[in-house]
């Protein structure tokens, strides 16, 4: 059945795939984005499907994003400023943006008239914090964070939370407690439990999808605070070393924007997935020291990645996701990360050069101004 869909921050790296692939399924879908300078250069990416209604507003604007939610059937919320590091620090903008962004939304779903149907939401795995831990001794583990003296004296791995001995990650399922360790993570956090709150008090299905690391053609290659594929490319291709934080052997679940398409326009289909939230990634960790060796290699250049040994605000050791959850509604992944890397390494090399500009020192400056690295 033909539907009508609003997709916020559809002109985006993850909005912009999911906005294909709905067209593609036949739906009329419309856009609704703000063009953010830092995502976009201001300007109106070329990948944006001619297909599409493009709405250029601000989340914030309550007439603007009314009536563009005048005749939606559908709505996917994928509106965000996005970047751990710098959330830190402009603590306004990303509480304006995702937060107060999503009550606006939520605020014209309870209060105007519409037709949505459904709600699916945008979370994300850093929601979570640390990932779930084993213990020999203990067993399973939540723990918070690790100490800042032994962050100080460069220890990485994890410790029990007990019993002070090395804990082993695990996958992480939905029912980890959330631990939150930026601004970016806690309003991530708002925005999922905003939406599954309202959407429970007045009857309108609503889905939160935890996104785990998403990589793919179109990735933002002029935000030099997130998708670390992305960064580590704009490094690659100016050739210069990618760095990392820590010792490298950070884990993390690397998965497919197509992956995370796919998941959206599952739970779109199914009513069992209602009220739900998610994981999507692919069940499968890998360490961004072995990301980095494999860009560099499918690049083709000589280069090594420099490990800074230094510790980031906000990051985490490891977290991967279980994906035993969203497998039971009919997800699987499909992407092979070696195939999906090649297939980005391609992409960004297509790009010209002026919008491959390496940023990262400068963002880096601005973390050691306000404290945030040591």
Same mark, same amino acid.
């Given at each position: 059945?033909?539907?009508?869909?609003?997709?916020?921050?559809?002109?985006?790296?993850?909005?912009?795939?999911?906005?294909?692939?709905?067209?593609?399924?036949?739906?009329?879908?419309?856009?609704?984005?703000?063009?953010?300078?830092?995502?976009?250069?201001?300007?109106?990416?070329?990948?944006?499907?001619?297909?599409?209604?493009?709405?250029?507003?601000?989340?914030?604007?309550?007439?603007?994003?009314?009536?563009?939610?005048?005749?939606?059937?559908?709505?996917?919320?994928?509106?965000?400023?996005?970047?751990?590091?710098?959330?830190?620090?402009?603590?306004?903008?990303?509480?304006?943006?995702?937060?107060?962004?999503?009550?606006?939304?939520?605020?014209?779903?309870?209060?105007?008239?519409?037709?949505?149907?459904?709600?699916?939401?945008?979370? =994300?795995? +850093? $929601? !979570?914090?640390?990932? *779930?831990?084993?213990?020999? %001794?203990?067993?399973?583990?939540?723990?918070?964070?690790?100490?800042?003296?032994?962050?100080?004296?460069?220890?990485?791995?994890?410790?029990?939370?007990?019993?002070?001995?090395?804990?082993?990650?695990?996958?992480?399922?939905?029912?980890?407690?959330?631990? =939150?360790? +930026? $601004? !970016?993570?806690?309003? *991530?956090?708002?925005?999922? %439990?905003?939406?599954?709150?309202?959407?429970?008090?007045?009857?309108?299905?609503?889905?939160?999808?935890?996104?785990?690391?998403?990589?793919?053609?179109?990735?933002?290659?002029?935000?030099?605070?997130?998708?670390?594929?992305?960064?580590?490319?704009?490094?690659?291709?100016?050739?210069?070393?990618?760095?990392?934080?820590?010792?490298?052997?950070?884990?993390?679940?690397?998965?497919?924007?197509?992956?995370?398409?796919?998941?959206?326009?599952?739970?779109?289909?199914?009513?069992?997935?209602?009220?739900?939230?998610?994981?999507?990634?692919?069940?499968?960790?890998?360490?961004?020291?072995?990301?980095?060796?494999?860009?560099?290699?499918?690049?083709?250049?000589?280069?090594?990645?420099?490990?800074?040994?230094?510790?980031?605000?906000?990051?985490?050791?490891?977290?991967?996701?279980?994906?035993?959850?969203?497998?039971?509604?009919?997800?699987?992944?499909?992407?092979?990360?070696?195939?999906?890397?090649?297939?980005?390494?391609?992409?960004?090399?297509?790009?010209?050069?002026?919008?491959?500009?390496?940023?990262?020192?400068?963002?880096?400056?601005?973390?050691?101004?306000?404290?945030?690295?040591?």
């Amino acid at each position: 059945m033909r539907k009508k869909i609003l997709v916020t921050g559809g002109a985006g790296f993850i909005g912009s795939h999911l906005v294909d692939d709905l067209i593609k399924q036949g739906h009329k879908v419309f856009v609704y984005d703000n063009l953010d300078p830092q995502v976009h250069i201001g300007k109106k990416p070329s990948y944006t499907s001619l297909k599409a209604n493009y709405i250029y507003e601000d989340i914030l604007d309550r007439d603007a994003l009314s009536s563009a939610l005048n005749d939606a059937d559908v709505v996917f919320h994928e509106a965000a400023a996005v970047g751990v590091g710098q959330s830190m620090y402009q603590i306004q903008k990303y509480v304006n943006v995702n937060t107060l962004g999503t009550a606006n939304l939520l605020d014209i779903l309870v209060n105007d008239t519409h037709n949505v149907k459904k709600l699916i939401v945008a979370s =994300s795995m +850093s $929601i !979570y914090g640390e990932g *779930k831990y084993n213990c020999d %001794e203990c067993g399973i583990v939540y723990p918070l964070s690790r100490p800042e003296k032994q962050l100080k004296n460069k220890q990485w791995d994890m410790c029990c939370p007990k019993c002070g001995k090395t804990a082993k990650p695990l996958p992480t399922d939905e029912t980890k407690p959330l631990h =939150s360790t +930026s $601004i !970016y993570a806690i309003t *991530k956090k708002d925005q999922e %439990e905003m939406c599954l709150t309202i959407g429970k008090a007045y009857g309108i299905p609503t889905v939160a999808l935890r996104y785990f690391n998403a990589y793919g053609p179109r990735q933002a290659l002029s935000n030099p605070y997130t998708g670390v594929c992305a960064i580590f490319s704009c490094r690659i291709r100016n050739n210069k070393p990618p760095l990392i934080f820590e010792d490298g052997m950070q884990s993390r679940d690397f998965v497919s924007v197509y992956d995370i398409v796919a998941a959206n326009s599952l739970v779109m289909k199914k009513s069992k997935a209602n009220y739900e939230s998610y994981n999507v990634g692919t069940g499968e960790p890998i360490t961004i020291r072995k990301i980095a060796d494999l860009m560099i290699g499918l690049y083709g250049k000589k280069t090594e990645p420099k490990i800074t040994n230094k510790y980031r605000e906000g990051d985490i050791k490891h977290c991967s996701a279980d994906i035993t959850k969203l497998r039971r509604l009919g997800y699987n992944p499909t992407s092979n990360i070696k195939e999906g890397m090649q297939e980005l390494t391609e992409w960004v090399n297509a790009q010209p050069s002026c919008n491959v500009k390496d940023k990262l020192r400068n963002a880096n400056k601005e973390l050691e101004k306000h404290k945030l690295t040591y």
